[in-house]
């Protein structure tokens, strides 16, 4: 790839940090829920305020980071601490995304379902766009294919097995912090995790053949 794709291939990959985070905002806001992958964070966000959900989930990653680090050591990747500043980015994108849906009411929970759907929307749509910029891996993505490459484990099946790991950490967390109840994982955990994959496979089929027109020299 010439200098011109591969900052194009950037570009777009920035565009879809910025859908996937404001996704999980919409999600954030229904209050029913985020993404399982963003379920930590979420949780500690409501335990320790201080930071905002922004904040934690740039923690996250960073523990993600380190986590490829660890696993694949000298088999990592220079160009993958590119993940640190997209995260930063990423972490950024969130908290402006929550300003942005802030404005939205939702006190009824017909409401909360429909953010819920539409954050699910938004999120699969940027998940596509950094799919077809193929450029690198957000760190959720990059430590899933770690565990893989490391433990000749299919893809797939270690992504599930990820997601449903970040959810049951998710709920012990708010277990332990909220005297025995459940915060912040809740049915729209259940929606993201079902139909995320559904949307980003229908944008993708419609938009990969248009956007390598643009991206390709």
């Known amino acids: 790839m010439s200098r011109t794709e591969i900052a194009k291939r950037y570009v777009l990959f920035i565009i879809s940090l910025f859908f996937v985070a404001l996704g999980v905002a919409f999600t954030k806001h229904g ?8 379920s930590v964070a979420n949780v500690l966000s409501l335990k320790f305020s201080a930071l905002s959900l922004g904040s934690w989930l740039i923690i ?16 990592f990747q220079l160009v993958q601490l590119l993940q ?15 300003i942005i849906v802030s404005f939205i009411p939702a006190n009824i929970y017909p409401v909360r379902i429909v ?5 699910v929307v938004i999120l699969g749509f940027g998940i596509s766009l950094a799919v077809i910029a193929n450029v690198i891996m957000n760190s959720g993505e990059a430590f899933v294919k770690a ?4 433990s000749g484990k299919e893809f797939g099946n270690v992504k599930i097995a990820f997601d449903v790991f970040c959810v ?5 967390l708010s277990l332990i912090f909220f005297d025995l109840t459940i915060v912040g994982t809740r049915e729209g955990t259940v929606i993201s995790a079902l139909l995320t994959g559904v949307v980003v ?13 643009v991206l390709n020299d």
């Open 31 to 38: 209050e029913l829920g985020v993404s399982p992958i963003s």
């Open 84 to 98: 640190i500043p997209l995260s930063f980015l990423f972490g950024y994108f969130t908290d402006l995304g929550m």
């Open 60 to 75: 996250w990653n960073c523990v993600l980071i380190v986590g490829q680090i660890a696993l694949l050591r000298k088999k």
């Open 147 to 150: 565990v893989a490459d490391t």
């Open 168 to 172: 049951i950490i998710s709920l012990v």
């Open 115 to 119: 953010m819920v759907f539409v954050g």
């Open 201 to 213: 496979k229908f944008f993708s089929k419609r938009l990969k053949r248009p956007l390598d027109t």
